[in-house]
């Protein structure tokens, strides 16, 4: 069960993966970012990120809104 605390440090992590991802021109390599499984899987559920493999990898690219 998930504490409000918990909830609190998921959205803040959450939030600075999205910024990390802005701030990169929108995608990034998934082998290099630090941020956990959990967030990755959270931004790819709301519709914000998706994973894109281009062949030379797997990306982590903001949806377009």
Sequence with gaps: MKTKTSTK???????ACLLFLKNRGGRAK????????TVIQDLITKNIAKVK?????????????
Excluded: D, R, V
């Design 53 to 65: 493999n281009t062949g030379a990898g797997y990306y982590l690219e903001l949806e377009k809104q």
């Design 9 to 15: 440090k998921s959205a803040n992590n959450s939030n």
């Design 30 to 37: 998934l082998s290099e970012l630090s941020f956990s499984q």
